[in-house]
């Protein structure tokens, strides 16, 4: 069994910076796209920023130029570094593991979620 467990969440005050952590673990022979999701209070969950295993990035254009995603393929894991934070930047964020091949199958994981609270 895979399991993505984020860290790194906090009440963090409007233009400071906070750095998101996600950890896979278990049977993982590769993982394709890691990616960040948020959900605030009341609105659907929306994509944040996705990096392939190669590299390559994309982010919403709410973050662009302020969130920076990254990742450790050796570890099984993967970052955000979250820098000039608005109060609009507050929600839960979710790691999401896609194209986990364990051996046996290929599928998607989610993490539990972490709150990230910007106060202005």
């Known amino acids: 069994q895979v399991q993505l467990v984020e860290s790194g969440g906090g009440l963090v005050q409007a233009g400071g910076s906070l750095r998101l952590s996600c950890a896979a673990s278990g049977s993982i022979f590769s993982i394709n796209i890691m990616s960040w999701y948020r959900q605030a209070p009341g609105k659907q969950r929306e994509l944040v920023a996705v990096i392939t295993r190669g590299g390559t990035t994309n982010y919403a254009e709410s973050v662009k130029g302020r969130f920076t995603i990254s990742r450790d393929n050796a570890k099984n894991s993967v970052y955000l570094q979250m820098n000039r934070l608005k109060p609009e930047d507050t929600a839960v964020y979710y790691c999401?593991?896609?194209?986990?091949?364990?051996?046996?199958?290929?599928?998607?994981?989610w993490g539990q979620g972490t709150q990230v609270t910007v106060s202005s």
């Open positions: 999401k593991a896609a194209g986990v091949y364990s051996g046996q199958q290929i599928r998607d994981y």
